[in-house]
């Protein structure tokens, strides 16, 4: 398989690669495999094959480009995916409740080691997202470290950032916020993968029940989004809902026009 990622798409000046689709079907229950030296059923280890994908790929990445880090992505995989790529929530559908679980889903992600993730933005199946929809979905994904709009609708239409010319100016701010923002991101993710912080924690109800967080961390609650300690975001979740500004305690300043903005 390193040869192939190599010869198929390193060569052909791809810098990383993508393991999509890796979840495998076994339809015959009773299969059986080399288990490392011990048949085991194929069932036991599904989980196992795309981690294996993975760790080819970005092992040859570092061969081909010792130079630079790996960057890589899978659809799916098993405890230990974070030590090689970044992933995402998988085919969600468009909905406000979708945007609400999505949240809460990068959470629990975050909690248990899997900081490096998103969510397709606008949903990828279902009918395109209105406009309010859309540009809440666009706001609250460009704080997570994986940010995408990706769409397979039922309607047979393309979820594009422009999609909306009314809200495009609003589209256009959230992105370029988000471009602003990736070297303290990117910083934070380095930050994370050596010293095992999350890049997504809880607040203190949480943190007492884990152990002792660092504070180079991203801090989703709901629609609220803080990447502590130099932004905080707070999107609505909800149909017709404006953004209610909410900050930990300290010294928070607005970004841009520096201001001052009161904790709580």
Same mark, same amino acid.
């Given at each position: 398989?390193?040869?192939?990622? %190599?010869?198929?798409?390193? +060569?052909?000046?791809?810098?990383?690669?993508?393991?999509?689709?890796?979840?495998? +079907?076994?339809?015959?229950?009773?299969?059986? *495999?080399?288990?490392?030296?011990?048949?085991?059923?194929?069932?036991?280890?599904?989980?196992?094959?795309?981690?294996?994908?993975?760790?080819? !790929?970005?092992?040859?990445?570092? =061969?081909?480009?010792?130079? &630079?880090?790996?960057?890589?992505?899978?659809? !799916?995989?098993? $405890?230990?995916?974070?030590?090689? #790529?970044?992933?995402?929530?998988?085919?969600?559908?468009?909905?406000? +409740?979708?945007?609400?679980?999505?949240?809460?889903?990068?959470?629990?992600?975050?909690?248990?080691?899997?900081?490096?993730?998103?969510?397709?933005?606008?949903?990828?199946?279902?009918? &395109?997202?209105?406009?309010?929809?859309?540009?809440?979905?666009?706001?609250?994904?460009?704080?997570?470290?994986?940010?995408?709009?990706?769409?397979?609708?039922?309607?047979?239409?393309?979820?594009? $950032?422009?999609?909306?010319?009314? #809200?495009?100016? $609003?589209?256009?701010?959230?992105? +370029?916020?988000?471009?602003? @923002? @990736?070297?303290?991101?990117?910083?934070?993710?380095?930050?994370? %993968?050596?010293?095992?912080? =999350?890049? *997504?924690?809880?607040?203190?109800?949480?943190?007492?029940?884990?152990?002792?967080? @660092? &504070?180079?961390?991203?801090?989703?609650?709901?629609?609220?989004? *803080?990447?502590?300690?130099? !932004?905080?975001?707070?999107?609505?979740?909800?149909?017709? *809902?404006?953004?209610? &500004?909410?900050?930990?305690?300290?010294?928070?300043?607005? $970004?841009?026009?520096?201001?001052? @903005?009161?904790?709580?």
């Amino acid at each position: 398989m390193q040869d192939g990622v %190599t010869h198929q798409l390193l +060569e052909m000046g791809i810098d990383s690669t993508w393991n999509d689709n890796n979840e495998f +079907e076994v339809w015959d229950g009773e299969a059986r *495999c080399h288990g490392f030296g011990q048949s085991i059923a194929i069932k036991h280890i599904r989980p196992v094959m795309p981690l294996l994908m993975m760790r080819a !790929s970005m092992e040859a990445q570092q =061969r081909f480009a010792p130079q &630079k880090r790996p960057y890589l992505i899978s659809r !799916s995989g098993c $405890a230990g995916m974070q030590r090689y #790529v970044q992933t995402w929530s998988g085919d969600n559908r468009t909905s406000w +409740e979708t945007l609400r679980y999505n949240t809460r889903m990068g959470l629990g992600m975050s909690l248990s080691g899997l900081y490096n993730v998103g969510h397709d933005v606008g949903g990828f199946s279902g009918d &395109k997202p209105d406009a309010e929809l859309f540009v809440r979905w666009v706001q609250n994904g460009v704080m997570h470290p994986r940010f995408t709009i990706h769409s397979w609708n039922d309607d047979q239409t393309v979820n594009e $950032a422009w999609m909306y010319p009314g #809200v495009t100016p $609003a589209i256009r701010s959230a992105i +370029e916020l988000r471009y602003r @923002l @990736l070297p303290y991101l990117y910083t934070l993710l380095w930050q994370a %993968t050596p010293t095992m912080s =999350r890049c *997504c924690d809880q607040r203190s109800s949480i943190m007492n029940t884990i152990r002792k967080p @660092l &504070k180079s961390a991203m801090i989703s609650c709901w629609g609220a989004i *803080c990447w502590s300690p130099a !932004s905080s975001n707070r999107t609505s979740v909800s149909a017709g *809902c404006g953004c209610r &500004k909410t900050a930990p305690a300290g010294t928070i300043f607005i $970004a841009g026009s520096g201001s001052p @903005l009161a904790s709580g």
